[in-house]
């Protein structure tokens, strides 16, 4: 739950950032997002159907810093508007499977290894599931449903590791939906070409992608923004008080078992915008950047 959840922050920085919301780079960015919520439904479900109860509040990430779970250890995630080092650095290295298909490195600790190995433990101890507190709800393109057997699990589980990695031979999703997993949708972004194959052989040799004008967001830096002018303060402060409402409907949502919850959840990170782009019009005295949300929830 903590992984999932770490991701979507930065990726939602980045996102924001883009001033044209229209254009290819914002399409990808858009609907990973929308995966990743639906990834952190997933595991939610399965902690529920354990009779486990998400903490997410309590567990929000602090940035910058590591993925948790050990996963892609030597990634830094940090907060920042859309820049090459943001897409290479942070959310190709979240994403990058253990063996891509195209160049990359290896990393035997990979999200999708971190699945493997937790899949494994469903499968010896064979746990009985209980549906109550699970959630059934559409989120984005796909539908979140209650997790009942372990065939459930294991479908559930190569959904997560085949939308962020790909599949063992192929870079799509495995869906059948025509689009590419996340590594590869950022690796476009990322080299400015559509990715294709040949022969085998994966390589960025299709249409442009161009790189998006953006809001030049600076990276927050560790323990936030120092002494920010007003304005920024306010908005700091609105974004914060919101976002603790989303990560408290979440918890709501599942220690409940309430849809009305995950929908206000929802609703407000939606009011989430509204003062992060704000901030990233503030510069920041002193250099070309601009403010941007912290994502630190209240105390």
């Excluded at 990808?28 to 990743?36: G, V």
């Excluded at 559509?194 to 998006?212: C, H, S």
């Amino acid at each position: 739950m903590e992984i999932e959840f770490s991701t979507i922050p930065p990726y939602l920085c980045g996102w924001w950032s883009i001033k044209n919301r229209k254009c290819d780079a914002s399409r990808l960015i858009r609907r990973i997002i929308s995966d990743e919520m639906y990834h952190l439904g997933i595991v939610c479900n399965l902690l529920a159907g354990l009779g486990g109860r998400p903490r997410i509040r309590e567990s929000a990430p602090t940035y910058p810093g590591p993925l948790p779970g050990g996963v892609h250890p030597g990634v830094n995630v940090y907060l920042s508007g859309l820049t090459k080092s943001l897409v290479g650095d942070v959310m190709m290295a979240i994403e990058a499977p253990a063996v891509p298909l195209t160049e990359g490195a290896h990393d035997p600790r990979s999200i999708g290894v971190f699945y493997e190995e937790l899949l494994k433990a469903f499968r010896v101890v064979a746990p009985d599931l209980s549906v109550h507190r699970q959630m059934h709800e559409r989120i984005g393109e796909d539908t979140l449903r209650p997790v009942r057997t372990l065939e459930d699990v294991e479908r559930s589980i190569e959904i997560i590791k085949d939308q962020g990695e790909g599949t063992a031979a192929s870079a799509a999703d495995g869906q059948g939906d025509g689009h590419l997993a996340h590594y590869y949708a950022f690796a476009e972004i990322y080299h400015g070409r559509q990715l294709r194959e040949a022969d085998g052989d994966w390589k960025f040799t299709g249409a442009p992608v161009p790189f998006p004008d953006t809001r030049p967001m600076a990276r927050v830096p560790a323990g936030g923004w120092d002494q920010p002018p007003a304005e920024a303060q306010r908005l700091l402060d609105d974004f914060d008080t919101t976002y603790t409402a989303v990560l408290e409907a979440l918890d709501t949502a599942w220690d409940e078992g309430d849809p009305r919850s995950l929908k206000a959840a929802v609703r407000r990170m939606r009011r989430l915008e509204t003062p992060a782009v704000g901030l990233m019009e503030i510069p920041i005295t002193g250099t070309k950047e601009t403010y941007g949300p912290q994502f630190r929830p209240r105390r």
